[in-house]
């Protein structure tokens, strides 16, 4: 059975600073792993995915994410924070080969102070 | 943008009452979903759809039904509305590699 765990719900940082948000997941086979980004009142836009190719997955607005099989995990990062960064955001995990569903984690609100 | 509307986009309904959303897409994808997002909770499949007349249950599927006559849209009915169905509600379909394409969502509220 496939996992995702995003540990906290919330993280805040500075204008500029680091962005690290992590995500840990289970999985019985090689998984197919991505990040979302729901902005207020939207509905879930696809930030980056990971399927079996190059670990270090690079997305839109400046975000990557890199697959680290050992430490079964997929954080996002972003070098420099935006007030436009701002929003809640969800990993998910599939199993490739399986029955094609997604199983999400809870999410982690973003909140980028000025 | 994967061509997805949902309809409606925002209900208010009272307890008891039957309540049908509707997903449409414009792009020929064999799977739909349909998922609920509660706070605390993030999404959580409630069914799915692999093909005309094919259907599956999520993970939170007492309480709904679900019916898909044409590739293109997907319904979700409530049967008989609780309050704990208050919440919002997206439909998504399935492209290449397992990657799932969102609509924007029915905010719904059981009175």
């Known amino acids: 059975a496939q996992s995702v765990t995003q540990l906290g719900s919330h993280v805040s940082v500075s204008e500029g600073a680091l962005v690290l948000l992590r995500c840990n997941y289970s999985s019985s086979v090689p998984p197919y792993l991505f990040w979302y980004v729901q902005y207020p009142n939207q509905g879930l836009q696809l930030l980056l995915k990971y399927t079996s190719a190059a670990t270090l997955v690079k997305g839109i607005n400046g975000f990557e994410a890199e697959f680290k099989k050992s430490e079964t995990s997929f954080h996002l990062t972003k070098p420099s924070a935006h007030m436009s960064d701002a929003a809640e955001y969800f990993c998910a995990v599939n199993e490739a080969g399986a029955n094609s569903k997604l199983t999400f984690g809870k999410g982690i609100t973003l909140s980028v102070r000025p | 943008d994967a061509g997805i509307t949902q309809s409606p986009r925002h209900k208010v309904t009272e307890t008891g009452t039957p309540v049908t959303l509707r997903c449409h897409q414009t792009e020929n994808h064999r799977y739909m979903y349909w998922y609920r997002q509660d706070p605390g909770h993030g999404l959580r499949l409630i069914h799915y759809?692999?093909?005309?007349?094919?259907?599956d249950k999520g993970e939170v599927s007492d309480g709904y039904s679900v019916s898909r006559s044409k590739t293109e849209d997907f319904l979700l009915t409530l049967e008989s509305a609780t309050s704990s169905q208050t919440s919002v509600y997206f439909c998504a379909v399935q492209g290449l590699q397992e990657t799932q394409y969102f609509g924007p969502g029915t905010r719904l509220l059981v009175l």
């Open positions: 759809s692999y093909g005309v007349k094919d259907t």
